[in-house]
């Protein structure tokens, strides 16, 4: 079964950085565009990035563009994200998924479990 695993969340302070990891099986990594989407407290569902299937091209929300790299590896199916300069207020629950689109178009067919980013002083 698909299985997304993610990793890396923590605490960190503003201005920092964190890097996260999503471990994937159960499906055909390589042919599938990724993202990251993350929902802070009491808010909803936030697209932060996308990834096509062949790792060339990321697209990011405005909100964090220039701040947060994301990338892929299929030798380890894996998909990370690089997050520099972080904001108080990006304190969220970070998923990564497995989907297509864009900000609020984005549609997602497989998610993980979640890993925390607390960004505080």
């Known amino acids: 079964q698909v299985q997304l695993v993610e990793s890396g969340g923590g605490l960190a302070q503003p201005g920092g950085s964190l890097r996260l990891s999503c471990a994937a099986s159960?499906?055909?990594?390589?042919?599938?565009?990724m993202m990251w989407v993350r929902q802070a407290p009491g808010k909803g569902l936030e697209w932060v990035s996308g990834?096509?299937?062949?790792?060339?091209?990321?697209y990011y929300a405005d909100s964090v563009k220039g701040r947060f790299t994301m990338s892929r590896t299929t030798a380890k199916n894996t998909l990370y994200l690089q997050m520099n300069n972080l904001k108080p207020e990006e304190t969220a629950l970070y998923y990564c998924?497995?989907?297509?689109?864009?900000?609020?178009?984005?549609?997602?067919?497989?998610w993980g479990q979640g890993t925390q980013v607390t960004v505080s002083s």
């Open positions: 159960g499906f055909t990594f390589s042919m599938y565009g």
């Open positions: 990834i096509y299937s062949d790792g060339v091209e990321s």
């Open positions: 998924a497995e989907g297509r689109g864009r900000g609020t178009s984005a549609e997602y067919d497989y």
